[in-house]
């Protein structure tokens, strides 16, 4: 059972990227899926839900608008395309499964630099 | 929206027992997890439901929660204990809030 984010990199200000996250081991379209990050030094901070089959989303106030999260479960895959980026989004981003106790699966992390 | 406070640091000789606390309104009638996460690692779940612990997680964990605080409990405390602890807040309105984590010394 594991998760695999792609996708970082250093971006400039307002520019935009997409992770991906691939689950593997498990039936990835049976639950509910998040991205959380992590700041330099900072918490952790969740940023976005998605239900199952994709049909329903929230995110925290300081990505709404900006960020949407998105899964392909053919693909086993989950997105987070990240748009309007600013130095604030630089973090590790961290794909996260759901489980109806807590967050019991984690990925491996994907570095994000928001830089000129 | 919902927030849940924690200490920035606590301090354990080895052996002894850490205790590191999570605050918030009502606390109590929500369900807490905590996750340990050590140096340039993923976060790892090691409490859920205020007191459960996952398989693999050594008896040594404990938590509780009553009122407006839960508390994570590391009985006798070793070096490879030594990490940040993140606690997490979940109800329908709390929708999995995150303290800012603490930092546990083993010394």
């Known amino acids: 059972v594991q998760l695999v984010e792609s996708g970082g990199g250093l971006v400039q200000p307002g520019g935009s990227l997409r992770l991906s996250c691939a689950g593997s081991g498990f039936t990835f379209s049976d639950y509910w899926m998040h991205w959380v990050r992590q700041a330099p030094g900072k918490g952790l901070v969740r940023l976005s839900r998605?239900?199952?089959?994709?049909?329903?989303?929230n995110y925290t106030d300081s990505v709404k608008g900006r960020f949407t999260t998105s899964r392909d479960n053919a693909k086993n895959t989950l997105y987070l395309q990240m748009n309007s980026l600013r130095a604030e989004d630089t973090a590790v981003y961290y794909c996260?499964?759901?489980?109806?106790?807590?967050?019991?699966?984690w990925g491996q992390g994907t570095k994000v630099t928001v830089s000129s | 929206s919902y927030e849940v406070t924690q200490p920035p640091s606590v301090s354990v000789s080895p052996g002894q027992t850490a205790t590191i606390t999570c605050s918030g309104d009502?606390?109590?009638?929500?369900?807490v997890c905590w996750y340990q996460q050590k140096p340039g690692q993923s976060p790892v779940l090691v409490i859920y439901?205020?007191?459960k612990r996952p398989s693999g997680i050594p008896e040594r964990f404990s938590g509780s929660n009553s009122g407006n605080t839960a508390t994570l409990t590391i009985s006798g405390t070793q070096t490879m204990d030594e990490a940040d602890y993140h606690c997490?807040?979940?109800?329908?309105?709390?929708?999995?809030?995150f303290g800012g984590g603490t930092r546990l010394t083993v010394l």
């Open positions: 996260v499964r759901e489980n109806t106790y807590g967050f019991d699966i």
């Open positions: 439901q205020d007191s």
């Open positions: 009502k606390l109590g009638n929500k369900y």
């Open positions: 998605i239900k199952t089959d994709g049909s329903s989303t």
């Open positions: 997490q807040a979940w109800d329908s309105n709390a929708a999995w809030v």
